[in-house]
């Protein structure tokens, strides 16, 4: 299951989440209120399901593409498991 989430702070866009869990895990997070509670909580606290190694990548990436401002971002993705 793919669960998209759009982190905000101060009501402006921080980062755009992408997360996939096994269908039946997934279902079980989907139940609760994303809004307030992370993922990664979720998962180990009530779900039992540990995070035992991640990996990230961080890169800048130009927002000049794209009609953008022309500021830099960056552009972090992690995998867990």
Known sequence: MQILRVRLADGV?????ETYLPEELGGRVMANDLATEP????LEERYSTPLLEADYQLESV??????????SRYRLAARSF
């Open 13 to 17: 866009p921080l980062s755009f989440d």
């Open 39 to 42: 993922i990664f909580s979720l």
């Open 62 to 71: 130009d927002c000049r593409r794209g009609g953008g401002n022309g500021s």
